[in-house]
């Protein structure tokens, strides 16, 4: 059960954050949607950004096409899910960060396409804080450095409260997105932070992904791990 903190207004929209370690994607998907559906049921509850890593999985989508999955399904030792965000296929595992926004957009825009933006420009601030120069491509969501993607975005709204979110890779195993086309670009490549900063500090960099979070969307973070029952 969960408990919300009893405050008034202020003139910051607050959000609970939920600042995890690896958690498997069943999980974290099943945790997701439970905190859309509050949300939807309940207008008045605080929006909630979830930060963690994966175990190596696999997801799609839910029109991506199988076309773009160059493994046998049924013989690869990684799981694959099939989901409700926009998108194709794409991979996930430790030292890449997930950040899973579940805000109202009755309380922004309700706008898709700058609720996109929005998420773009958060690894936008993120990368310029270690001087590199990340970019967007007409056409095409997420986040390019040095012509290769760092961040992946795929979202679902349902009644205008958000799910899913974006996935920067920091420090991860890229061998992953070798079995894939990732995200369905068969002419880009995907990159990752410490291809450009060495020994680069997960941590950090988790940190910096919510405070920028707070400073794009205008919003207050509660810890959410204290509302927890």
Request: proline share 4%.
């Amino acid at each position: 059960m969960l408990t919300y903190p009893e405050r008034k207004f202020t003139s910051k929209h607050q959000c609970l954050l939920y600042n995890c370690g690896v958690i498997d994607y069943q999980t974290a998907w099943i945790w997701q949607k439970s905190l859309q559906k509050e949300r939807i049921v309940d207008r008045n509850i605080p929006d909630a950004l979830v930060i963690l890593e994966h175990p190596p999985v696999y997801t799609l989508g839910t029109g991506s096409s199988l076309e773009f999955v160059k493994f046998d399904r049924e013989q690869h030792e990684y799981e694959l899910y099939r989901v409700e965000r926009g998108g194709e296929v794409t991979y996930h595992c430790p030292g890449q960060i997930i950040a899973y926004p579940i805000l109202n957009l009755r309380h922004y825009q309700q706008d898709l396409h700058w609720y996109l933006r929005q998420l773009e420009e958060v690894v936008l601030r993120v990368l310029a804080l270690h001087d590199l120069h990340g970019y967007r491509i007409d056409g095409l969501t997420g986040v390019w450095l040095a012509e290769r993607k760092i961040a992946a975005i795929g979202i679902k709204v349902t009644s205008w409260i958000t799910m899913h979110g974006f996935a920067l890779n920091v420090c991860p195993d890229l061998s992953g997105f070798d079995r894939i086309v990732p995200c369905g670009i068969v002419d880009r490549s995907v990159g990752s932070i410490a291809e450009f900063i060495p020994n680069i500090d997960v941590d950090l960099v988790r940190g910096q992904i919510v405070r920028v979070f707070s400073e794009v969307f205008g919003m207050e973070m509660l810890d959410g791990q204290k509302f927890l029952v």
